[in-house]
């Protein structure tokens, strides 16, 4: 089991909304969360190696999610999950769905993205293998999957740690995981026949009530910067006599 | 109502990102407990107890907390909080309380509030959303509130003047489904990354590996840490804990030296509060000297040995 989610495309300029309300999201383009294109892209790389037989792509939010698990399943998901909703879901909501399906769907293990790129919370995976009662392996850079037990190589502070997690087990992927394949047009044709089921909150049993109140959303002091230097006698110059970062 | 802070230490020392989740802990409540999970750390909870503003260390000690997993952290941590009446649950929002806090607020069915950079009273904080580029203020309706805080947002605390009673508490039944079974762990002897006053950070632009040695001469005539850009990192050049940005490490030293970084927005993210930034690039268009104090247009393999030359003089 894969979980994606729908943000503001990675290349786009993030823009606050003149209220405070929030950030800019009409006509601002939509991608996959980059971290869950690399969830994806291991999950069928151990498909391919015959280390899982079907890859279930899950996603929560609103209807246009269903384009993100349309990529998924181009990608190589055989089906895919949208819990439907208009509701605000924050982590821990996400992490109570997608352990409801979890126990449903009963996968060997669920792998997902270590933060999304637009609330940056990374708290998901660590919620939802709480609330599974199951390991986790967290910010992977190596995934290898045993018969009962999978062992990761995880990028921390200090440099790598490698834990031995029992299945079923939660997995977060960082960014040097593997690199993610581009879904091919006949890939992209085959996805369109692919099975998308819609479930809700509701039909799950999950409260997805907000816990944390927005109260305003504001752009950072912008950095006043652009200044220049000729060589590197004024730079070492000014650090010392201007900055006073120098002795 | 007390304040639990969650110590990150290697059984030997306390990790300094500690100090600044105790500073944010004594902002928000007027007692502060720190919970010190590991193995033979009595040098840990000695040096936590000396912290100004702590009021009990709480230490759990077994042979299976010397390398511990989140999962059994979490598990000692839960036990604490069931019978403690916290107001707050903190740690620093570093590899380890980021694996570990989530757990937790999961466990108390409550929202986690990741990577605080202002405390706006105690239910209310500020963080950054989308690298940095806004800030979302929000108030949690929680009973508990469970928080990771940035540690370049937060003053150290001092680490000597206080007098803490350490107490020992009992560990949780050990969870055997996940194990700590090995650590590469990056040796150095320069400044940590994240606490270092003058950071040097390499981009794509040093074309390789090796190329690193110049920014190591330059680093070490300025004391200074050793940081890289995603790009350096993927291309290899570099571990992957030298990486700065929205994803990696988050830096707030006086003086930022970017060297052959192009300024992408995810780096950006994790080094635009520094004080002084320096950018030295040959592309005098690249996003990074728009928001540097100094920018240095050239060839990088001339200016780093000129720099240290002219640093040394």
């Given at each position: 089991m894969v979980a994606v989610k729908r943000v503001i495309d990675f290349n786009v300029k993030v823009r606050v909304k003149s209220d405070g309300s929030g950030v800019e999201t009409t006509n601002v383009k939509m991608s996959m969360n980059p971290f869950d294109e690399i969830a994806i892209e291991e999950a069928v790389r151990l498909k391919e190696k015959g280390l899982a037989t079907e890859i279930v792509a899950v996603s929560c939010g609103v209807a246009s999610s269903q384009e993100t698990l349309r990529t998924a399943l181009a990608l190589g998901a055989d089906r895919a999950i949208l819990v439907q909703t208009d509701a605000e879901l924050q982590p821990l909501a996400v992490a109570k769905l997608l352990a409801a399906i979890a126990r449903n769907e009963a996968p060997r293990f669920v792998i997902l993205g270590k933060q999304a790129i637009d609330d940056d919370a990374n708290q998901t995976g660590q919620m939802l293998a709480a609330l599974l009662d199951w390991p986790q392996a967290t910010f992977a850079s190596r995934v290898d999957i045993g018969e009962d037990k999978a062992t990761v190589k995880r990028e921390v502070d200090g440099g790598m740690e490698t834990v031995e997690v029992r299945l079923p087990a939660v997995v977060t992927t960082d960014l040097r995981l593997n690199e993610p394949r581009y879904a091919t047009l006949p890939n992209i044709m085959k996805a369109k026949k692919k099975p998308l089921e819609t479930l809700t909150p509701e039909a799950l049993g999950v409260d997805v009530a907000p816990r944390l109140a927005t109260l305003k959303v504001t752009e950072p002091a912008k950095r006043k910067g652009g200044g220049r230097v000729a060589d590197v006698k004024e730079l070492v110059a000014k650090l010392r006599s201007e900055a006073k970062v120098l002795p | 109502m007390p304040a639990l802070v969650l110590a990150e230490h290697d059984n030997q020392s306390i990790r300094s990102a500690t100090l600044h989740a105790i500073t944010a802990a004594c902002a928000l409540a007027d007692s502060v407990d720190v919970l010190v999970v590991g193995s033979s750390t009595d040098a840990v909870a000695a040096a936590v107890a000396a912290i100004?503003?702590?009021?009990r260390v709480l230490r759990a000690e077994a042979?299976?907390?010397?390398?511990?997993t989140a999962e059994n952290v979490a598990a000692t941590a839960l036990a604490i909080i069931a019978r403690g009446a916290y107001s707050h649950v903190i740690a620093a929002a570093t590899s380890v309380g980021k694996n570990v806090l989530p757990r937790i607020a999961a466990r108390l069915d409550v929202a986690q509030i990741s990577d605080v950079i202002a405390i706006e009273g105690s239910d209310t904080f500020t963080r950054p959303i989308y690298a940095g580029n806004a800030f979302a203020t929000v108030r949690s309706s929680d009973a508990i509130k469970v928080v990771t805080i940035r540690t370049t947002a937060f003053d150290a605390a001092p680490s000597s003047g206080g007098s803490a009673s350490i107490e020992i508490i009992a560990a949780a039944p050990e969870v055997t489904t996940a194990k700590v079974i090995g650590q590469e762990l990056t040796k150095s002897e320069r400044p940590e990354l994240t606490s270092a006053r003058v950071v040097v950070s390499g981009g794509r632009?040093?074309?390789?590996?090796?190329?690193?040695r110049l920014l190591e001469a330059l680093a070490d005539k300025l004391n200074a840490a050793i940081g890289a850009s995603r790009a350096a990192v993927d291309a290899g050049?570099?571990?992957?804990?030298y990486q700065v940005g929205q994803t990696g490490k988050i830096v707030a030293p006086d003086l930022y030296i970017a060297v052959g970084i192009s300024g992408a927005i995810q780096h950006l993210a994790g080094?635009?509060?520094?004080?002084v930034i320096v950018a030295i690039n040959k592309d005098a268009e690249a996003p990074i000297f728009q928001i540097a104090d100094y920018g240095l247009v050239g060839d990088l393999f001339e200016i780093i040995p000129a720099l240290t030359a002219e640093l040394s003089s």
């Amino acid at each position: 089991m894969v979980a994606v989610k729908r943000v503001i495309d990675f290349n786009v300029k993030v823009r606050v909304k003149s209220d405070g309300s929030g950030v800019e999201t009409t006509n601002v383009k939509m991608s996959m969360n980059p971290f869950d294109e690399i969830a994806i892209e291991e999950a069928v790389r151990l498909k391919e190696k015959g280390l899982a037989t079907e890859i279930v792509a899950v996603s929560c939010g609103v209807a246009s999610s269903q384009e993100t698990l349309r990529t998924a399943l181009a990608l190589g998901a055989d089906r895919a999950i949208l819990v439907q909703t208009d509701a605000e879901l924050q982590p821990l909501a996400v992490a109570k769905l997608l352990a409801a399906i979890a126990r449903n769907e009963a996968p060997r293990f669920v792998i997902l993205g270590k933060q999304a790129i637009d609330d940056d919370a990374n708290q998901t995976g660590q919620m939802l293998a709480a609330l599974l009662d199951w390991p986790q392996a967290t910010f992977a850079s190596r995934v290898d999957i045993g018969e009962d037990k999978a062992t990761v190589k995880r990028e921390v502070d200090g440099g790598m740690e490698t834990v031995e997690v029992r299945l079923p087990a939660v997995v977060t992927t960082d960014l040097r995981l593997n690199e993610p394949r581009y879904a091919t047009l006949p890939n992209i044709m085959k996805a369109k026949k692919k099975p998308l089921e819609t479930l809700t909150p509701e039909a799950l049993g999950v409260d997805v009530a907000p816990r944390l109140a927005t109260l305003k959303v504001t752009e950072p002091a912008k950095r006043k910067g652009g200044g220049r230097v000729a060589d590197v006698k004024e730079l070492v110059a000014k650090l010392r006599s201007e900055a006073k970062v120098l002795p | 109502m007390p304040a639990l802070v969650l110590a990150e230490h290697d059984n030997q020392s306390i990790r300094s990102a500690t100090l600044h989740a105790i500073t944010a802990a004594c902002a928000l409540a007027d007692s502060v407990d720190v919970l010190v999970v590991g193995s033979s750390t009595d040098a840990v909870a000695a040096a936590v107890a000396a912290i100004p503003g702590v009021a009990r260390v709480l230490r759990a000690e077994a042979p299976h907390l010397a390398h511990p997993t989140a999962e059994n952290v979490a598990a000692t941590a839960l036990a604490i909080i069931a019978r403690g009446a916290y107001s707050h649950v903190i740690a620093a929002a570093t590899s380890v309380g980021k694996n570990v806090l989530p757990r937790i607020a999961a466990r108390l069915d409550v929202a986690q509030i990741s990577d605080v950079i202002a405390i706006e009273g105690s239910d209310t904080f500020t963080r950054p959303i989308y690298a940095g580029n806004a800030f979302a203020t929000v108030r949690s309706s929680d009973a508990i509130k469970v928080v990771t805080i940035r540690t370049t947002a937060f003053d150290a605390a001092p680490s000597s003047g206080g007098s803490a009673s350490i107490e020992i508490i009992a560990a949780a039944p050990e969870v055997t489904t996940a194990k700590v079974i090995g650590q590469e762990l990056t040796k150095s002897e320069r400044p940590e990354l994240t606490s270092a006053r003058v950071v040097v950070s390499g981009g794509r632009g040093m074309a390789n590996g090796e190329n690193f040695r110049l920014l190591e001469a330059l680093a070490d005539k300025l004391n200074a840490a050793i940081g890289a850009s995603r790009a350096a990192v993927d291309a290899g050049y570099v571990p992957n804990d030298y990486q700065v940005g929205q994803t990696g490490k988050i830096v707030a030293p006086d003086l930022y030296i970017a060297v052959g970084i192009s300024g992408a927005i995810q780096h950006l993210a994790g080094m635009k509060d520094s004080k002084v930034i320096v950018a030295i690039n040959k592309d005098a268009e690249a996003p990074i000297f728009q928001i540097a104090d100094y920018g240095l247009v050239g060839d990088l393999f001339e200016i780093i040995p000129a720099l240290t030359a002219e640093l040394s003089s």
